[in-house]
């Protein structure tokens, strides 16, 4: 399943039905999804990091996008079913990137493998994860 | 180790380290911690349900008071290493709460399983995690 | 659902349909299950301690009986979804014993909480898990 | 850290200090290796298919491996801290491997994620996890 989803719709969805989210869609391929995040005073914790929940936050929107590709239409009710998270080393900067990866799809879910990196570090992951994500159920 | 610890002395520390967290600590025991939090409309996602991060967030602050506990001190520098969360049933109220509950403690890290609930029905809990804390290595 | 299942019946299954499992049903209650295992040469890795495998396959049994609790019948076809461990001190002994606890179940799945220990020390837990159990779907 | 390490003497200390692994180490990498594992009749659990705790053991050595790549040295004592695995579709047939990339290594643990799969079946992944391994602290 290779349909195109485009990014600009998934944000149009995500900015209407989930209005809070402070996560965006950057990109979409055929087995990954990119999201980003800007950093706000709010987010930083004792020792000057940013919070483990505002990365778990993003790689919850990275895989959400993901099973997005993995079903090849927008389905806003595929929900986590659980996540695990490892934080690596302390995050610092301005904008927070998450990739995740499809490694699974079947009717009942999507799993999929994240990765969170600040601005331009992209070889010192902060975070990583893997996920869950249940598909709707024909009613 | 049965330190006494003191909520207002933590929920301080909160508020003085770390404005941006929503949760405060509720209630301390020798071997648990509750924490609560206010929902706001941000924190709602598609289908009306409170966001999986907002309950993320409350558990990860209710096992750092947790890690408090076992060390028998307030330890703003007890790290998040790993988390995992089980999503179980669609979160609605209007304040959420967690128990996280001591399963082990060594001089490396701190273990703790934690449940969060809605409002006053705390027979059916939204969300269930694990998770390990690291203990600053003495320098 | 309180449907009291027996556990020699599980026990019997388990000989006739999987004969290579060496965990066996303790005792089922309405929302745990409890396993035991004995300790073979095999299981001693490096330090003089069983392997963390040998753990998770007693978590694994235990959790599998708790599912067949939670859903009321002897399922063998409750297959793990996933499942995250925690080990927390050295685990030492002849046998081991595992406690499944049923956080929640629903018509896709059931989640519980595990706790592993030796002998007798019941206080001294060596590992502790959760992990999901995907329900067949009718056909 | 670009030590290269000798697959024939991770065996050679299998064999000696942990005769009862089943998994023999396939390859090493500077950020990689890659475990295999013979099924044999016990493994077959209902369904036919291997049981998740053949593939959560051959994933645990996989990653105890990579602990030895990450650190640069055979450290028979770099433990299991957690790990989480999720079971992607049926395993079946004759022989199973697990890849585990590095994700993270710091002077307490080493995190990696791992990929199993059947036969010549590479693409077909039947696992997936994430762990974290302890570095034995300095005495």
């Given at each position: 399943m290779h349909v195109v989803l485009d990014v600009d719709e998934v944000n149009a969805m995500v900015r209407e039905q989930f209005a809070g989210s402070?996560?965006?869609c950057l990109e979409l391929g055929h087995n990954y999804a990119?999201?980003?995040y800007e950093v706000v005073p709010d987010d930083i914790r004792p020792g000057g990091f940013v919070a483990g929940p505002a990365q778990f936050a993003l790689v919850d929107s990275a895989l959400w996008f993901l099973s997005f590709v993995a079903l090849g239409r927008i389905e806003p009710m595929a929900l986590t079913s659980e996540l695990s998270i490892r934080?690596?080393?302390p995050a610092q900067g301005e904008r927070l990137f998450c990739r995740a990866t499809l490694e699974a799809v079947n009717r009942r879910s999507v799993v999929g493998t994240?990765?969170?990196w600040c601005d331009d570090r992209t070889d010192k992951i902060t975070s990583t994860a893997q996920g869950t994500y249940a598909?709707?159920?024909?009613?």
């Open positions: 402070r996560n965006r990119v999201a980003e934080f690596l080393r994240a990765r969170v598909v709707p159920l024909p009613r």
